[in-house]
Nanobody, 130 residues
Framework: QLQLVESGGGLVQPGGSLRLSCAAS??????IGWFRQAPGKEREGVSC????????NYADSVKGRFTISRDNAKNTVYLQMNSLKPEDTAIYYC?????????????????????????WGQGTQVTVSS
């Protein structure tokens, strides 16, 4: 099991930007998903990326604002979040799915797909407020 470490969360004003990072040794063998959970709401998929980085997927609510990428040489996956809105406020988690279990980024990011992930990070708080 991977030890995923998220970083980069914080307090930002509406319209601002943050970049989240998810790091772990051996990350290049895994597809990675970013999920978020706001108070009183269910955890939802935000964005997912294949092991090679060649395929990505985004929730409709973040398309055009968020960008997922990975640097396998640095064992790190990033989530660049621009034009942040108050409704983006949540705890953000990264999760890893071993390449042998990976099918498509679309099936990773749906609620049913979350059960298949092998490892989860501890989460990082993102608060968007003026």
């Amino acid at each position: 099991q991977l030890q995923l470490v998220e970083s980069g969360g914080g307090l930002v004003q509406p319209g601002g930007s943050l970049r989240l990072s998810c790091a772990a040794s051996g990350l290049d063998y895994y597809a990675i998903g970013w999920f978020r959970q706001a108070p009183g709401k269910e955890r939802e998929g935000v964005s997912c990326i294949s092991p090679s980085g060649g395929s990505t997927n985004y929730a409709d609510s973040v398309k055009g604002r968020f960008t997922i990428s990975r640097d396998n040489a640095k064992n790190t996956v990033y989530l660049q979040m621009n034009s942040l809105k108050p409704e983006d406020t949540a705890i953000y988690y990264c999760a890893a799915l071993h390449f042998k279990k990976f099918t498509t980024v679309q099936t990773m990011c749906i609620p049913l797909g979350m059960k298949r992930f092998d490892s989860w990070g501890q989460g990082t708080q993102v608060t968007v407020s003026s």
